[in-house]
């Protein structure tokens, strides 16, 4: 039985070996390796994720959506945009289609940094290359800029998020009033609640209130 361990320098297997696990024992190569990526990434150390992906690759390990993805989002969590973005164009050179969770990282990342034409362009992006939005796209987009007080209209954004699908949440809707509170515009923050109310499937929680 393999000893598991933690140590990042016990992380380099031979390629006989690595060879010897993906096909005498059957355990995904790849997997095992995202995993570890994963919980670099959930530690916040994203330069040993990052060492990580090129050990992959020197261990014959080709690198996948997961493995980019993964550390694009923490990246873009930490507002990391431009190592993100750097990581991104290295992932498309290299044939990697990005999916939802990709761009939703992205956009994560360049909203928390005020970039909002940034984040449109990526949604632009996604959207050409037949990766449509989720609610958590449209959150990210909704709740950064009016978190700045820069507020989008509330029925163009609902509206748009009901045409394509997707039910807003109380999130959604938590973020365009907290907006309009922090502009002092009371009057459109209560049409939203109103608004959110009248959907009749969202719960309203304390923190609306």
Not at 27 to 51: D, E, R, S, W
Not at 147 to 167: A, H, L, P, T
Not at 181 to 204: N, P, Q, T, Y
Request: a neutral charge; one cysteine or more; aromatic letters at 8%.
């Amino acid at each position: 039985m393999m000893r598991r361990t933690t140590s990042y320098s016990n992380c380099s297997i031979s390629s006989r070996r690595a060879k010897w696990w993906r096909e005498d024992i059957g355990i995904p190569y790849v997997v095992t390796f995202n995993t570890l990526v994963k919980g670099f990434c959930m530690m916040g150390n994203n330069t040993a994720a990052i060492q990580l992906l090129r050990k992959m690759e020197g261990n014959g390990c080709e690198p996948n959506i997961v493995s980019y993805s993964t550390i694009i989002h923490s990246l873009g969590k930490d507002t990391l945009v431009v190592d993100a973005m750097n990581l991104f164009s290295e992932m498309m050179r290299r044939g990697i289609a990005p999916d939802l969770v990709t761009y939703n990282s992205l956009i994560n990342g360049v909203c928390k940094l005020g970039k909002w034409k940034e984040g449109t362009r990526l949604l632009n992006e996604m959207v050409g290359q037949i990766i449509f939005p989720d609610v958590q796209t449209f959150n990210i987009l909704v709740d950064a800029p009016c978190k700045e007080g820069m507020v989008i209209d509330e029925k163009s954004v609902v509206e748009m998020m009901i045409q394509r699908g997707i039910e807003p949440s109380t999130m959604t809707y938590n973020s365009l009033v907290d907006g309009y509170c922090l502009r002092g515009e009371m009057d459109k923050a209560e049409r939203v609640f109103d608004l959110m109310v009248s959907s009749g499937s969202i719960v309203v929680r304390v923190i609306t209130y």
